[in-house]
């Protein structure tokens, strides 16, 4: 399920209920700033939910298990030039694993890791330009756009690039979950 950008009652209950956490993060200092809030919130919403499953009373339903681990993060909308991200993007994306290891995970490592090589990173998701707001218009995914919703020329070739990425994503997930796809 995808979620509001906060901590809120219906966020907690909908987490609770989750047994899987991504966190989305933009390439941008609040972001980071939030990871700090993210680990600790998960942390306190496990521990209590823990502590009344313990004390819950004779029911007929299963209660969810309050599981919330996190599986890793996906940055989202930075710019790229020459297909690299540009360098204002660039000095926020390098210190997105050290925090995201501190802050979630409270597993504090040895020095600084690269992007490229943290397996906690999930997919790093440029953006896509017009493509978010054509896919709205025509109501379908972006990578199902095809030449009579505008997608022509950079844009399907655009799409087609959509899809591979979050192929690549969706195969992440399942492998962290042990799902099968």
Known sequence: MDLGP???SINRAALIAADYVIVPLMTDLLSLQSLRSVGSTLRRWR???QERLATKPALDFPLPQGRMQP???VCLHHLLKLNRPVKAFDRWIARIPKVY???VLKEPGDGEISMADDPHCLALLKNYQS?????QEARKPMFFLKPADGAIGAHSSAAK????DFKALA???ADKTKLRI
């Open 6 to 8: 906060n901590l809120g």
């Open 171 to 173: 195969r992440k997930i």
């Open 101 to 103: 290891r501190d802050e």
């Open 47 to 49: 521990k209590d939910w």
């Open 131 to 135: 493509l978010m707001p054509m896919a």
């Open 71 to 73: 599986i890793g993060y």
């Open 161 to 164: 690039g959509v899809y591979k």
